[in-house]
């Protein structure tokens, strides 16, 4: 992977970045972080920032694509064919099908847990892979209780909803009852 040159690094590119593009608040806070270094001229530090990518978009894309994996205790730096970190894979990945939605759960290699929801309401809804942007949970069970109630509150939200095309409500009412039906059992479970 090409990365940036250390003279590329430099505090005029920085900001002439920040100011050509409107950066959410991770990308100033690891510009700002990018810069102070450029200031104390930590070479070491630098070289380290420039060994994330091409350019500054792929530096603070991938640094924070790392940092996030660190809180799920993925450490390993590699890049695919395009410059990007690689997507970290999550451990004892499940997949639990409740009507027309999915719960999607993944631990970490520190043992944190996170949730993705699919869901469908008819013909429209929503999905998402596991990722280190995710929330972390302590444990398999907080993850899928909190996974559960969110899946119930979204799908009770469009409940009477009029637009029937795309809120489907018998596909709505499968889900809640597809989600308390499994609630029930799974509390069962742990009763024995």
Not at 61 to 89: C, M, V
Not at 111 to 131: K, R, V
Request: aromatic share 12%; proline share 2%.
């Amino acid at each position: 992977m090409e990365t940036m040159k250390l003279d590329q690094l430099t505090e005029t590119a920085i900001k002439d970045y920040i100011e050509k593009y409107n950066l959410v608040k991770f990308e100033r806070e690891l510009l700002d972080e990018v810069l102070e270094t450029v200031r104390e001229k930590d070479i070491d530090r630098l070289a380290w920032y420039a060994s994330f990518g091409k350019d500054l978009r792929h530096i603070i894309n991938n640094i924070y694509a790392y940092r996030r994996g660190l809180n799920f205790g993925f450490t390993e730096i590699s890049f695919d064919q395009n410059g990007w970190i690689n997507r970290a894979e999550f451990l004892d990945r499940e997949n639990i099908v409740l009507a027309n939605s999915e719960i999607r759960l993944g631990r970490g290699k520190n043992n944190l847990w996170i949730y993705t929801l699919d869901y469908s309401f008819g013909t429209c809804g929503s999905a998402s892979p596991l990722t280190v942007y995710d929330k972390p949970y302590p444990n398999r069970e907080t993850a899928l209780n909190t996974a559960l109630n969110e899946l119930k509150e979204i799908m009770q939200v469009k409940v009477g909803n009029t637009d029937r095309g795309n809120y489907n409500p018998s596909i709505i009412a499968a889900t809640i009852t597809a989600v308390t039906t499994y609630k029930y059992k799974d509390l069962q479970m742990a009763l024995f």
